[in-house]
């Protein structure tokens, strides 16, 4: 083909030239669009499997549970023995101060699932050893269980002593979850070292679903047949009327959640307060915590425990409500030790003579800290429980520690004679 001058065109050749250039265009988006779908695909693969495998881990095929401890009277006296099973059944508790002599308790719950034995008259500061068994009441047939222990809280008030205490052990909805690292840890200690466990609130992440509850108890497995359970009711625990956390903890619907007890030189108060609203804070509860601290002073140390913090430089902040109606009571009455969780990180604040710890590591994804407050004097985002030495001459020591039983934070509260 010719142009007006009489010469080749060029036309042919330049548009060759154009449709190679988008052909090497395409092909180079095409094998660009291909490197990131391998990409992805190596990245979200393995992030799947991941969370499946370990939303396939909190999924239990039984309700059944080993038992656990709790306390509804004194201490030094008395202890409820609880365990689940999956059909309904009488139970029993052969129990004794020797692991090869147990006397019959003849306590029979007829027929049921949620099995809550009541033993009193126990010697003080003594080991027990115990059994549980259950009778099927369809077969009528017998199923005893291990061999655990506990020891009894002593009878006088100069006794050291020491106890555990986690916080928020909920699981997230992508299955993450540290509990069961905290709960080896927690196993580690001999119940002479450690004599109960207190816990600070959302035990589990659905109060309302029985398989939160069982994926608790799958993991706790391992301690809470040792350690007596004091427990206050959190936020996520409280879901569906807290119906699931009386059942656990033997409180029927007409009891209140709050509640005290002596444990040799210190008091314990456990209050009702998960969310932190004016609501919570009834009339009734007040006038009871400023009756329960009142006689309690002659006590050396006042521990009281509730899950939602007054203060926190994580995502919940100054809880004003607390701050104003709450926090004075403590104050007026020498409260030595306040423990909390519901945020989960640590952190160790002072306010006006108390120290505040919010000890939320127990097992549920951790928050990650912001404004740190004119009150905190230690703070951390890791994974972690407590151990705390109370003794009545030297003070009661608090020890932050993480599932590897690393200790990040200690101190000294009350020393003296």
């Known amino acids: 083909m010719q142009d007006e001058f009489g010469g080749l065109s060029m ?3 330049r548009w060759q030239l154009i449709d190679t ?19 992805s695909v190596s990245l979200f693969v393995p992030l799947l499997a991941f969370l499946s495998s370990r939303q396939a881990e909190r999924i239990t095929s039984t309700n059944a549970k080993e038992p656990w401890l709790l306390w509804h009277g004194d201490p030094s006296s008395s202890i409820v023995i609880s365990w689940e099973t999956d059909t309904p059944s009488n139970s029993f508790v052969s129990y004794g101060l020797s692991s090869l002599h147990f006397v019959y308790n003849d306590t ?17 500061d003594s080991l027990y050893y115990y059994r549980v068994g259950s009778i099927d009441a369809i077969t009528n047939q017998t199923t005893l269980g291990s061999t655990f222990h ?6 006088t008030t100069n006794a050291a002593f020491s106890f555990l205490f986690i916080s928020d052990t909920q699981e997230s909805e992508l299955g993450i979850s540290a509990h069961a690292r ?14 109960f466990l207190i816990h600070g609130g959302d035990l589990v992440n659905d109060g309302a679903s029985q398989s939160s509850w069982n994926y608790y108890f799958k993991h706790a497995a ?16 409280n879901m569906g009327g807290a119906s699931y956390f009386r059942e656990y903890t033997a409180l029927n619907d007409s009891a209140p959640l709050y509640y005290s007890f002596n444990y040799s030189c210190a008091h314990f108060t456990v209050l009702t307060v998960p969310y932190g609203t004016a609501a919570e804070l009834t009339a009734a509860m007040l ?29 919940f902040g100054k809880n004003q409500e607390l701050l104003d109606n709450l ?21 160790r604040l002072l306010l006006d003579g108390i120290t505040y710890v919010i000890a939320g590591g127990g097992g549920g994804v951790m928050d990650p800290c912001h404004s740190t407050l004119p009150q905190t004097e230690a703070i951390n985002d890791v994974p972690h429980f407590l151990k705390i030495d109370v003794n009545p001459v030297v003070g009661m020591r608090v020890n932050a520690i993480t599932p590897d039983n690393v200790t990040f934070d200690s101190v000294l509260l009350g020393g003296g004679a």
């Open 150 to 155: 506990f020891w009894t809280a002593p009878a």
């Open 182 to 195: 905290v709960a080896e840890a927690l196993a580690g200690y001999d119940d002479k070292d450690a004599r």
């Open 222 to 237: 391992i301690y809470l047949p040792y350690f007596p359970l004091v427990c206050t009711l959190g936020n996520h625990d």
């Open 21 to 39: 250039l988008r052909g090497q265009r395409k092909s180079k988006i095409v094998k660009t669009l291909a490197v990131n779908l391998l990409l």
């Open 108 to 124: 029979i719950s007829s027929q049921t699932t949620m099995h809550h034995i009541y033993l009193s008259g126990l010697v003080p």
């Open 287 to 315: 006038q009871w915590l400023n009756g329960d601290l009142s006689r309690s002073a002659s006590m050396k140390f006042r521990i009281v425990i509730f899950h939602c913090p007054v203060l926190s430089s994580g995502f």
């Open 327 to 347: 926090h004075p009571i403590l104050v007026n009455h020498n409260v030595t030790l306040v423990l909390n969780g519901h945020s989960h990180h640590y952190e």
């Open 11 to 13: 036309e042919p050749k």
